[in-house]
Nanobody, 115 residues
Framework: VQLQASGGGLVQAGGSLRLSCVASGRIFGLNAVGWYRQAPGKQRELVAVVTGRGTTNYADSVKGRFSISGDNVKNAVFLQMNSLKPDDTGVYYC??????????WGQGTLVTVSS
C-alpha cells in the first residue's frame, strides 16, 4: 500500500488549505493516521492524528485551527487547515500506523504560508 499526499501550496496568512492523504488500497489492522510536518531546519513533528476508533489529537500549536478527518470509503484522510500562520510552513507528511503493515509514510506536500 502506498500513500499519496496532496493539497499543499502557497497561501497568505489567515488563509486555508485542505490536505489529502489517499491510500492505494485498504489498510488492515489500522491503528492511526497522522499528519506530520517538517519546517526548514527543524525536526519532523506530529500535527494531528486520528485513531482507528476515531479519536483525534492535535499539537497545541494547531488546536482550534486544524481538523483531521477520514473517509473510509475513499481510503483517505484529510487535514483542514484554517487561519494559517507563517509558522505553519513546512512539508506535510501523512503516516499510517498499522499492526499488519507497520508504519507507512506518504511522500509529503509543501505548505508555504506568506506573511
Amino acid at each position: 500500500v502506498q500513500l499519496q499526499a496532496s493539497g499543499g501550496g502557497l497561501v497568505q496568512a489567515g488563509g486555508s488549505l485542505r490536505l489529502s492523504c489517499v491510500a492505494s488500497g485498504r489498510i488492515f489492522g489500522l491503528n492511526a493516521v497522522g499528519w506530520y510536518r517538517q519546517a526548514p531546519g527543524k525536526q519532523r513533528e506530529l500535527v494531528a492524528v486520528v485513531t482507528g476508533r476515531g479519536t483525534t489529537n492535535y499539537a497545541d500549536s494547531v488546536k482550534g485551527r486544524f481538523s483531521i478527518s477520514g473517509d473510509n470509503v475513499k481510503n483517505a484522510v484529510f487535514l483542514q487547515m484554517n487561519s494559517l500562520k507563517p509558522d505553519d510552513t513546512g512539508v506535510y507528511y501523512c503516516k499510517v500506523s498499522s499492526s499488519v503493515s507497520g508504519d507507512i509514510w506518504g511522500q509529503g506536500t509543501l505548505v508555504t504560508v506568506s506573511s
